[in-house]
């Protein structure tokens, strides 16, 4: 009986120790998996990022920036329309003086003759060319402030 039991503990022993190894290769796998925890944990912790807003917060605020952006825009929409006017005025200007100035050079005389009637007729037509300039430019200033006022009574 002696030999039976010697077989009979051989046999857990061996039993015993291929659970052991078994456990021992599963503890080892499973601490390769495991090792890299704490690395995860902080790779795939989310941080809130959105929150939910009701759509009633989100109308208030759309009408709050609106409000205060408007003002804003209507200002700068003025302010540009004003910069138009003084650049178109700028340019019809330019082009009148360099019109004027076409008409100056295609009736300058051929040769300067030293008459003095003909100097003091050249000497009034010029006077009455710059006043006629004079009296064009401020024209166009008059035509164009009450451009300016028809826009403005239309805004308001």
């Known amino acids: 009986m002696n030999s039976s039991y010697n077989y009979s503990l051989q046999g857990c022993v061996s039993s015993l120790r291929a659970s052991t190894e078994l456990l021992g290769s ?31 917060e989100v109308n208030a605020v759309k009408a709050s920036l609106a409000g205060e952006v408007e003002p804003q825009i209507i200002d700068l929409l003025r302010r540009a329309e004003t910069a138009i006017s003084r650049l178109e005025r700028r340019h019809k200007n330019l082009v009148s003086k360099a019109e004027l100035q076409e008409v100056r050079l295609q009736r300058q005389p051929a040769a300067i003759t030293t008459d003095a009637s003909e100097l003091q007729n050249l000497e009034t037509w010029r006077k009455l060319q710059q006043r006629r300039q004079r009296l064009e430019y401020s024209l166009s200033r008059l035509n164009l402030t009450v451009e300016q006022k028809k826009r403005q009574l239309r805004i308001i």
């Open 26 to 56: 599963s503890i080892a796998s499973l601490d390769s998996g495991v090792n890299d925890f704490p690395r995860m944990k902080s790779v795939l912790k989310a941080d809130r990022v959105f929150e939910v807003v009701p759509e009633s």
